[in-house]
């Protein structure tokens, strides 16, 4: 095989296990011939949309576009409104979901449904792996709108088949009897290296799960242990690590901890490996440009170049990385302050002193946005917590943070020991949670409704009772003529315009859904029971039941309106 091709799979065997499904073993034999069937079958575009949620369907979505020549978009996020205008912008697409129950979109977008290809047979034939062309851009992948709105980053199959590369021999290879488990959706940059490209090119198998919670990770685990596997190495992010930790005094079978997305803190890392008796490593990197550098938070604050990586300073201060998987050479604007000067071949250790726009200045003074906010966190009683601008030219930090019991002047108060009074924040809202997305980070836009909502006059929130619903979908609701012939189902945004609506007729005005899950279908005529938690206002909880099951969980950002509707 040339290098103008490289393969989907390596490191296994036909009969190893790449994945499970539905607790049965999928080796990598009958993987690639239900990616070679599936991909004769999906529709024919320049574009497939991967919003697969199992590991084991995304793995199998992917594979397929790509097998097909696609280009695989991966949004960060399933809000429609952001995913309708990424339609708009690459209208030559479709969507691959788990379930057909999914196509929760009204469009005339096709879809196409990949958990009923996974019943292939044993005896399928195919192998060895096929080959993908190296040059084909193989995904679009999204950064997470922290600081500006999300960008598109296109990514080639080789640049992405070698970074996977770059992650072993960083981190070394996995041993034989590891599994791997990520907690970070696979749409996500570091979810799509360490739970696709990763699994994919080791020889080694995923787990289905993505724990959310303490008692998701032991259920895991002890699944994990069940199938035969000895070791699992996990691939999280450090607000997630510090839920795990907070609550689990043990972790039998976890080997190996791996995180990413935002900075490690030290001391937690240090807790960790001390109650644990886990390594806890952690990856700079970014979108643009995936793994580029890592370190062991517990033992050295500096950060190693990844494998084949090399940094250099440029003349204007920003440094210039190069090498690797890297097909080009990317500029990073974080201010790094190396160990000793770079030298030519750029492998000496750094530290991170500040992501781009994570400096401020305020009254002539600088100071970062994420050590202030470290100190916001190490206030006794504070569970969360966030420092940020409102605006760029603000001339006052705003900050939202989750205390039950403390209030906004005694937060203020602790801040005052350790911060300049320049940046002690103001307004400082007391908030029931932060409007965190799926990877733990805090989309700028969502902030900022955050701080809209906290500065309208509070209500009284053990006064607020839940919003309440019960009515139907009529068969001659205009979606669901020849949306599923045969076998009606009320598609999930026509759920969640009724939640909408019953917001609005009670003065609320939807800014963004941070979270929803679809866990049954609904059918046309079914009584529908609709209960909205505004306790947590500007979080609004809905759940909505269909003849008594649970249908549909999740919760928006809300914001009042002058006027009830």
């Not at 296994?12 to 690639?32: I, N, Y």
């Not at 901890?257 to 030290?266: E, H, K, V």
């Not at 906004?408 to 020991?417: D, N, P």
Request: glycine share 8%; net charge neutral; with cysteine.
């Amino acid at each position: 095989m040339s290098t103008a091709e490289l393969p989907l799979l390596c490191g296994f065997s036909p009969e190893k296990t790449l994945a499970w499904h539905d607790g049965r073993p999928l080796s990598a034999q009958v993987f690639c011939a239900a990616a070679i069937a599936l991909s004769a079958r999906v529709p024919v575009a320049r574009y497939a949309f991967n919003l697969c949620e199992s590991t084991t369907g995304f793995l199998l979505a992917s594979a397929a576009a790509l097998l097909a020549g696609q280009t695989l978009i991966l949004p960060s996020t399933r809000l429609a409104r952001t995913l309708e205008q990424l339609l708009g912008a690459y209208p030559d697409s479709y969507c691959l979901i788990d379930t057909i129950a999914q196509s929760d979109q009204t469009t005339d977008r096709a879809w196409c449904a990949v958990s009923p290809q996974l019943d292939v047979t044993g005896d399928a034939i195919a192998w060895p792996p096929p080959a993908i062309a190296a040059a084909q851009t193989a995904a679009i992948l999204f950064t997470s709108g922290s600081t500006h709105a999300p960008k598109p980053h296109a990514k080639q199959w080789g640049e992405l088949w070698r970074g996977a590369e770059t992650f072993m021999r960083s981190f070394g290879a996995p041993p034989p009897r590891v599994a791997i488990l990520g907690t970070v959706p696979p749409q996500h940059m570091f979810g799509f290296e360490t739970t696709c490209m990763l699994p994919m090119q080791s020889g080694r198998p995923v787990l289905e799960a993505r724990p959310a919670l303490p008692a998701d990770l032991a259920h895991a685990l002890r699944t994990a242990a069940s199938l035969g596997v000895d070791q699992v190495w996990l691939m999280t992010t450090p607000l997630q690590l510090h839920a795990f930790h907070r609550e689990l005094t043990s972790v039998p079978g976890l080997a190996r901890i791996i995180s990413a997305t935002m900075p490690l803190d030290p001391a937690l890392a240090q807790a960790i490996e001390r109650d644990w008796e886990v390594p806890v490593e952690e990856i700079y990197g970014c979108t643009e440009g995936g793994i580029l550098a890592t370190r062991r938070p517990a033992q050295s604050t500096y950060f190693t170049p990844a494998a084949g990586i090399a940094f250099a300073t440029l003349a204007e201060g920003a440094t210039n990385v190069s090498g690797g998987h890297l097909p080009n050479g990317l500029t990073l604007t974080d201010r790094l302050r190396p160990d000793v000067p770079l030298d030519r071949d750029g492998s000496g250790r750094f530290e991170l002193l500040g992501r781009d726009d994570d400096m401020v200045k305020i009254a002539g003074k600088r100071a970062s946005l994420s050590g202030l906010t470290r100190e916001l966190l190490q206030i006794p009683g504070v569970r969360d917590g966030v420092m940020f601008l409102a605006a760029p030219d603000a001339s006052r930090l705003a900050g939202a943070v989750v205390a039950p019991g403390l209030s906004a002047a005694s937060v203020r108060a602790f801040l005052a020991r350790s911060v300049d009074p320049a940046f002690l924040p103001r307004p400082l809202l007391i908030v029931a949670a932060l409007p965190r997305d799926a990877n733990g980070k805090l989309p700028h836009a969502d902030l900022l409704v955050l701080l809209a909502s906290g500065r309208e006059p509070a209500k009284s929130r053990a006064a607020v009772a839940p919003l309440l619903l019960r009515t139907s979908i009529s068969s001659g609701h205009p979606t669901l003529p020849g949306h599923f012939p045969g076998h009606p189902i009320v598609p999930g945004v026509v759920l969640l315009e009724l939640i909408e609506t019953l917001l609005a007729r009670n003065g609320y005005e939807v800014n963004a859904c941070p979270q929803v899950k679809f866990l049954a279908q609904v059918a046309p005529g079914e009584p529908l029971d609709i209960k909205v938690d505004l306790a947590d206002a500007p979080i609004a909880r809905f759940a909505i039941d269909a003849a008594g099951r649970n249908a549909v969980i999740g919760r928006f950002l809300c914001s009042m309106s002058t006027e009830p509707a």
